[in-house]
């Protein structure tokens, strides 16, 4: 989409402030985008409810700096201060970014850092195509990639042992919480 264009009727036209410009972000993400993004929207709702922290889910405005204006895919937030009806103001303790095509180099880069700068304490990056999740955490005020998790595919799986399957790493802990063990399998499923 040309930023300097209007929006047709059935566009939805969000857009981001990423470093002073703005950019316009897709009309509407593709399924096993969306799909993803619920999913892992859907984890945090259910652990969270009648906990103080608060999940959201993509759409909802975060105002990190006069410059940096995201819309993450989704957060956690704990400092409820932070949370304002137009938006979260302020770093939320975990963000989450699916990548896209159009998105990929932002979200592994100034987004990163942006994080990183402002605070965020866990960072996943989420890439559908290969069913697999970056988790960085924050360790002394720098990102630090703590693991990276796959799904892996049939055919990998088909030319592996038993005990090269039974090393596979199928559910990992979110920092923030010591109770909370996400299984990969529920962020990617109905993805096709």
Known sequence: MNPNMACNYDEDCRSELINGKIIMMSPRPVFNHVTVASNIYRIFANYLKGKSCTPFDDGFDLYLTEKD???PDAMVVCDPNKIKYNGVHGAPDLVVEVLSPSTMKNDKGYKKDVYEQCGVLEYWLVDVNNKS???YL???GKFVLND??????????????EAEKAELVWDFKCSLYDDLLIHLEDIFEWVK
């Open 69 to 71: 204006h995201f819309v």
């Open 133 to 135: 999740v970056e988790q």
């Open 138 to 140: 924050l360790q002394d």
């Open 148 to 161: 990276i998790y796959v799904i892996q595919p049939d055919y990998v799986l088909d030319d592996m042992s």
